[in-house]
């Protein structure tokens, strides 16, 4: 069924944070600290495992290029949302929505799939640590990263795909960038193949890598399970904790914002939700690994250490 005459609409007009109008300053504040320190971890991390011989191992190799995407992810989004936070104008191209869109489904997708890399070296690693080497070698790793970015690239060249294929019937956005579905409820085509699409797409990307790397932990924990020392075991938890805890809101994060009925939460709450994923999330890597992780704690350290003695 189609919806109303059309006209046509060449940019869009995002409505942001306009329920909030009192505390756009304070969020602005909140989000752009936020921001710098999520920009700064990741950098430090990239860095620090580059600089470090001892952290040139795939684990911190995958996490090297988790940093990486999810600075790029933050860059795509969040200085837009901090613009319009100040007053700047909030419309949009299509054009310009469709390259936001893209380039947030790809990496969103591709840090999705980066994190079951890690789950499935750390498996490597305490499962069958006699052949680690072997396994996880150098071609391993970069076709586990080049796949991860590749199922992101064709998820989201699909999506934008169908998105866009429709006029659309308004230009205005109830939200703050241009993720999928408000856009989607712009369009003046029935959308109901476009949601039942759009949510296998969304059940494959997200359940399964989350089932993988939950298989994943069930051998480790049962492996870690029948180490006779203790020590050995508190070790063998201490390598996968970082991981695991990032895992568990990463995936989290995303079954709740794109798993859920349509129309179960309030344009605010689908907001709130947003917020978590483009905001908070991302610095869940440099905060967990830096504050839990003692190898590159130990790396930071030598690095100030070389520093301070040159």
Do not use: W
Not at 15 to 24: D, M, T, V
Not at 41 to 63: E, Q
């Amino acid at each position: 069924m189609m919806r109303r005459n059309h006209t046509e609409v060449s940019e869009f007009v995002f409505q942001g944070f306009s329920s909030f109008q009192e505390y756009k300053f304070t969020l602005f504040m909140i989000f752009l600290t936020l921001y710098l320190l999520t920009l700064t971890g990741n950098v430090i991390i990239v860095i620090i495992i580059s600089i470090d011989r001892h952290l040139h191992t795939p684990m911190y190799f995958f996490l090297c290029m988790l940093s990486t995407s999810e600075t790029v992810y933050t860059l795509v989004i969040v200085p837009r949302m901090l613009s319009s936070l100040v007053g700047s104008s909030q419309s949009m191209s299509l054009a310009s929505c469709a390259t936001q869109m893209f380039f947030f489904i790809t990496l969103a997708i591709n840090n999705c799939f980066l994190l079951t890399a890690m789950g499935y070296d750390r498996y490597v690693a305490i499962c069958n640590p006699l052949r680690y080497t072997v396994i996880m070698n150098k071609k391993v790793c970069a076709q586990l990263v080049l796949g991860s970015c590749g199922i992101g690239l064709l998820v989201a060249i699909i999506q934008i795909a169908s998105v866009f294929r429709a006029p659309f019937c308004d230009r205005e956005v109830a939200h703050y960038f241009c993720d999928i579905r408000p856009v989607m409820k712009l369009s003046c085509a029935d959308t109901t193949l476009h949601d039942i699409i759009n949510f296998i797409i969304s059940s494959l990307v997200i359940v399964v890598p989350m089932g993988l790397v939950f298989v994943s932990y069930i051998l480790i924990i049962s492996t870690i399970l029948k180490i006779a020392s203790a020590e050995g075991r508190k070790k063998a938890f201490a390598t996968c904790a970082s991981h695991l805890t990032v895992v568990i809101i990463h995936y989290g994060c995303a079954s709740i914002a794109y798993l859920k009925p349509k129309s179960e939460n309030t344009r605010d709450q689908d907001q709130l939700i947003s917020v978590t994923y483009t905001v908070f999330t991302p610095l869940l890597n440099p905060v967990v690994y830096t504050l839990r992780n003692k190898e590159v704690k130990d790396a930071i350290y030598r690095a100030i250490g070389k520093k301070a003695l040159v």
